[in-house]
């Protein structure tokens, strides 16, 4: 295995980050996780874990939200999400 150096790591975690906006489509509050539609009409998954303005308790379905688009190997996932004023 080849040392990683800091560089590297930077450079791989320098990956551009979409922003997008949308509402909480569905919340399934037991298992901790929902469904946001974006303003184009894509839905993406997200876990309770990446709710980073507030908390998970205080979103409600219907609520305007602004996220990050984030890489998953089972299909779109938001992150970071803020819930807009």
């Known amino acids: 295995m080849i040392p990683q150096t800091s560089q590297d790591r930077a450079a791989r975690s320098?990956?551009?980050v979409d922003v997008a906006n949308g509402i909480i489509k569905r919340l399934v509050r037991d298992r901790g996780f929902g469904f946001?539609?974006?303003d184009g009409g894509?839905?993406?998954?997200?876990?309770?874990?990446?709710?980073?303005a507030g908390t998970f308790?205080?979103?409600n379905e219907g609520q305007r939200v602004s996220f990050d688009?984030?890489?998953?190997?089972?299909?779109?996932r938001a992150g970071n999400i803020r819930a807009e004023s």
């Open 14 to 16: 320098a990956e551009v």
């Open 36 to 38: 946001i539609r974006d």
């Open 42 to 52: 894509q839905e993406w998954f997200f876990h309770r874990s990446s709710v980073k």
């Open 57 to 59: 308790d205080q979103l």
């Open 69 to 76: 688009e984030e890489p998953s190997q089972k299909g779109p």
